[in-house]
């Protein structure tokens, strides 16, 4: 995925616009806790969700899916960056995460 955008979850700041392309299982499991759910299925019709006055990140599990969701939005003239290594590089920074009890997350 050359020549998409990306940051690292280190360089997000605290109030960044999250979008969140996972599963519905995989959100449970474990998300970022401002992030907005879109899975990828559903992104196209729910365009006019997303923030026009900030960049925004994508992330999924490991940066693929954000990825080829980053690049349509950057085909449209949307800014917009990919969570480098999603939420397995998320975990692993030890940034904070919420979900429900009974789905653990697994990286």
């Known amino acids: ?8 979850v280190r ?9 969140d392309v996972r599963e519905d299982e995989e959100w449970a499991a474990g998300r970022a806790p401002a992030a907005v759910h879109i899975v990828l299925g559903e992104f196209v019709v729910r365009l006019a969700e997303l ?7 994508v992330i999924c599990r490991s940066g693929a899916r954000s ?3 980053v690049e349509w939005l950057t085909a449209q003239g949307i800014d ?3 969570v ?9 920074a030890g940034k904070p995460m919420v979900g ?3 789905s653990p997350y697994v990286a």
């Open 51 to 57: 923030p026009t006055d900030a960049t925004i990140a």
């Open 1 to 8: 995925m050359n020549g998409i955008p990306t940051i690292a």
């Open 84 to 92: 480098e290594g999603g939420m397995q590089a998320w975990a692993a």
């Open 100 to 102: 429900e009890q009974d």
């Open 67 to 69: 990825g080829r969701v």
């Open 80 to 82: 917009a960056v990919n």
């Open 11 to 19: 360089d997000l700041a605290d109030d960044a616009v999250v979008i």
